[in-house]
């Protein structure tokens, strides 16, 4: 059996057969079947419904007169996403806020749950990474055939009709890279802090390690203000006029 968090375990204990029962649907034979449930998926599954909890605690809260405490902070946020989509996509950028938003978010609730005694960052295990960059990628890409419809299949194929049949895979693993790019990069960063920070609680358990807490905190905004920012710049590419 996997070592599991006591949150992972709640949930092996009532859904392993109805979660077993369902990969095993799908031709996929779980490692362990009484406890299919990962660590990571739990904790994925924890922030989405924190997140939900509280979005929906501040829909029903909004006031024009008096906002709140988390009113101010998540306007700040929309107008700072809004702001940066405006400076690289252009005037049409307004649509894709509430789905950079959403990514923010939940790759910072992801960062920064592991800071909590009892729970993981979800992000340090590389699938995790993966999910939100594979998100990523198919909606730059769907939104660049919204935009362009099939003439967007123009953008792989260079500015010189000539050159097609080179600039086409080229084009092509350029796009897929950008998907490894942004795995490794906010996976590496996350399993090298929870690592470090591990490290020194385990030596110095006392004063130090807080200095390191706190470079991981910044780290993980920092992590989840560039994958944000590739996006956008990845979504600004797609949609771009001259496409």
């Not at 920070?197 to 780290?219: D, E």
């Not at 203000?225 to 996006?231: D, E, N, P, Q, S």
Request: aromatic content about 12%.
């Amino acid at each position: 059996m996997p070592e599991q968090l006591w949150f992972t375990r709640i949930l092996n204990h009532a859904f392993a057969g109805l979660v077993t029962s369902f990969l095993r649907s799908l031709h996929i034979e779980p490692k362990y079947p009484r406890a299919p449930i990962t660590n990571a998926f739990a904790m994925e599954l924890l922030v989405f419904v924190f997140l939900i909890a509280l979005f929906t605690m501040i829909r029903s809260r909004l006031s024009v007169d008096r906002p709140g405490g988390l009113q101010h902070i998540f306007e700040e946020l929309h107008d700072f996403i809004t702001g940066q989509s405006k400076e690289i996509i252009g005037h049409h950028s307004e649509g894709f806020t509430p789905f950079l938003a959403a990514l923010a978010c939940f790759i910072l609730a992801c960062n920064l749950i592991g800071l909590i005694p009892g729970f993981e960052a979800p992000t340090a295990v590389p699938y995790v990474p993966l999910g939100c960059a594979i998100c990523a990628f198919i909606y730059y890409q769907a939104q660049g055939f919204k935009h362009h419809g099939i003439a967007y299949l123009k953008h792989f194929a260079g500015p010189m009709p000539l050159l097609a049949p080179l600039m086409i895979p080229i084009e092509i693993i350029s796009h897929l890279a950008r998907v490894l790019s942004l795995t490794i990069r906010l996976f590496a960063n996350m399993f090298a802090g929870d690592m470090v920070t591990l490290v020194f609680f385990s030596l110095i358990p006392i004063g130090v390690p807080i200095i390191f807490l706190g470079l991981h905190i910044g780290v993980s905004f920092l992590q989840t203000y560039i994958f944000v920012l590739l996006t956008t710049v990845y979504l600004a590419g797609a949609v771009a006029e001259e496409h």
